[in-house]
């Protein structure tokens, strides 16, 4: 089992930047953001391949951007220019399948306990 616990999360008004940070014990194919807000699911945000490929939900586009630095085993998301509608709990997860098939939050493993973000307008 793959240990994530998350950090970074605050509260910021909208326009502002957060970085979350997730330190993990070892890397795995494929590690995610995931959110949820309360009383929806939970659904991804971005995902980092071990040979690549990043992918980025469409409402996150451009604005956020998910990077790993494997020397300090650490995976973060990067989150500019942010809404109301990004509030939320934000997870790390970890996948032992490819990126390219782990799609949502079944696909994954491993989860951390997560960080919350709150923007307001």
């Known amino acids: 089992q793959v240990q994530v616990e998350e950090s970074g999360g605050g509260s910021v008004q909208a326009g502002g930047s957060l970085r979350l940070s997730c330190v993990y014990s070892e890397s795995t194919y494929c590690m995610a953001w995931f959110r949820q807000s309360p009383g929806k699911e939970r659904e991804w945000v971005a995902r980092i391949s071990s040979v690549g490929p990043i992918y980025y939900s469409d409402f996150v586009k451009g604005r956020f951007t998910i990077s790993k630095d494997s020397a300090n085993s650490t995976l973060y998301l990067q989150m500019n220019v942010l809404k109301p509608e990004d509030t939320g709990m934000y997870f790390c997860?970890?996948?032992?399948?490819?990126?390219?098939?782990?799609?949502?939050?079944?696909?994954?493993?491993?989860w951390g306990q997560g960080t919350q973000v709150t923007v307001s307008s």
């Open positions: 997860a970890t996948s032992r399948r490819a990126c390219s098939v782990s799609r949502q939050a079944a696909d994954f493993d491993d």
